[in-house]
């Protein structure tokens, strides 16, 4: 069973709870719209990464099958340990380079791109991640750690992380100095000078102080979430498409190769439209005007998309690829057009009767 199948009942739950804590204490740390949009984005990661991750987990099969030097012992807690430690290095690596690399910037800049800091941020992961990340985790197959100890530790190692998006916790001592903690963690998602490219551990946060990209969150500068270029979106597909968008056209303008090179292996900055030092109290929030009764049927909306995405995770070996392939396409429309309604966005009605028409075709057919 997709152990996302146990987590998504999780997850939903503690972000109703984060929210209500804060509705009690005052704070503005949830927007219905922003919410929905990440949790949108997250169904669409998932959905993308149930076509590829036999693929990226094969070519890590087959470096492990080929050139390990060693293969590590299953039933040993050390040799556990040691896996999870040295996964944990290989992320901070692969997340460092996700935000010193263009390119890479390009899959990672979604998980940022929200102006809110909370649960639900977590999930806001990205789409095209599969296109670069598994590069960095071949030096563990080459090292002996098998396949399934690799996803086991990966997916550890990820669910970790949920909860360091959070406002609600404050500093925790020396644990901040040791693992990524929820204060640490918020300085890596501020567009504040202080904090950019800062703070890139998984689970430790030792590799950060090790390598010189700790920072500690500061009590006198609130710390404003987001990204440098703001998305004004919460369309997902144009999440994951805006910086390569960025990219094309500095790469179409360069002059030369060696201009066109940094464009897409250089700095992010290459694309960062204004240099200039960030002033938080001119930051204005990304607020999309919806109307109470759309707000309302995209939330009933998404609520029924829940489940329905869920049977998708549990049959989606049990069927025939395109099967399968017609279902991931029916749940990634239904969270663009989610998306869509909440921005008011015309093309999203005519989409929406459209999603439901294929439903009904598709049920027509199957029964």
């Known amino acids: 069973m997709n152990p996302i199948l146990l987590a998504i009942p999780v997850f939903l739950l503690s972000i109703g709870i984060e929210a209500w804590i804060a509705h009690r204490q005052g704070r503005q740390v949830y927007s219905l719209s922003d919410a929905i949009g990440s949790l949108n984005m997250g169904v ?3 959905v993308s990464g149930l076509f590829t991750k036999l693929i990226t987990l094969g070519i ?3 470096v492990y099958d080929l050139w390990a030097l060693t293969h590590w012992p299953m039933e040993s ?4 340990l040691a896996a999870l430690v040295l996964y944990d290095l290989c992320y901070y690596w ?3 380079m996700g935000h010193e690399v263009s390119l890479l910037w390009g899959a990672h800049s979604i998980h940022h791109s929200s102006e809110y800091y909370n649960l639900s941020t977590a999930l806001r992961q990205s789409a095209t991640g599969f296109l670069w990340s598994w590069v960095f985790y071949l030096p ?3 090292a002996g750690i098998p396949p399934k100890m690799l996803v086991i530790v990966g997916l550890i190692d990820l669910l970790y992380q949920y909860w360091v998006h959070t406002e609600l916790i404050g500093r925790l001592g020396w644990l901040d100095r040791v693992l990524v903690t929820p204060s640490n963690h918020r300085v890596h998602h501020g567009q504040n000078d202080y904090c950019i490219d800062k703070n890139y551990g998984g689970i430790l946060v030792v590799w950060d102080r090790l ?17 440098r270029k703001p998305l004004n979106s919460l369309n997902p597909l144009w999440a994951n498409a805006m910086h390569y968008t960025d990219i094309f056209k500095q790469w179409q303008s360069a ?3 060696r201009d066109k090179l940094v464009q897409v292996w250089g700095s992010p900055s290459a694309n960062t439209p204004d240099p200039s030092p960030f002033q938080p109290s001119a930051f204005v929030r990304y607020a ?12 009933v909306q998404y609520a029924l998309l829940v489940p329905i995405f869920m049977g998708l995770l549990y049959i989606f070996d049990k069927i025939p690829l395109w099967q399968s392939g017609l279902y991931g396409l029916w749940v990634s429309l239904s969270v663009m057009c989610i998306s869509g309604l909440l921005q008011n966005q015309s093309w999203a009605r005519w989409s929406e009767a459209l999603r439901w028409l294929a439903a009904g075709l598709a049920l027509a057919v199957l029964v």
Do not use: C, M
């Open 44 to 46: 669409l990661s998932q």
């Open 60 to 62: 890590y099969a087959g």
């Open 77 to 80: 807690v050390w040799a556990w």
């Open 94 to 96: 692969n997340h460092r």
């Open 140 to 142: 563990l197959a080459i």
């Open 211 to 227: 390598f010189g990209t700790f920072v500690q969150e500061r009590v006198d500068e609130p710390i404003i979430y987001g990204i």
């Open 255 to 257: 002059n030369g190769w």
């Open 288 to 299: 999309p005007k919806t109307a109470p009764s759309l707000a309302l049927y995209a939330t």
